[in-house]
């Protein structure tokens, strides 16, 4: 748990452009993640909204993402569950959140 701690006092003091992630007020390992549409897309504009866990086996697996946010795109199912190999087996306990 302290790693997670240690990790998520970067976010802040290292923002990336245009994403922006709180942890959950009663849950370290939950966040609240908004995205601003990515400039000349078609979701340029608006916003993103997700949902990410860190499991108990993190860093040793991926972290868990949810789109919460309607969208249609070939990596988001319709429940939200977003296929990229990062997210299942090409997860490394070298990657980090900022990376997701």
């Not at 949902?51 to 946010?69: D, G, H, N, Q, S």
């Not at 309607?70 to 090409?90: A, E, M, S």
């Amino acid at each position: 748990m302290a790693g997670i701690i240690k990790e998520t006092q970067h976010l802040p003091a290292e923002p990336v452009p245009g994403i922006k992630a709180e942890p959950d007020e009663s849950n370290a390992r939950y966040f609240h993640v908004v995205i601003a549409g990515p400039q000349d897309s078609p979701f340029e504009g608006g916003t993103l909204k997700l949902e990410l866990f860190l499991p108990e086996e993190y860093p040793m697996a991926a972290p868990k993402v949810c789109c919460i946010t309607k969208i249609y795109h070939p990596n988001v199912d319709k429940l939200g569950r977003i296929c990229l190999d990062i997210l299942k087996d090409k997860w490394t306990r070298l990657y980090a959140m900022s990376n997701v």
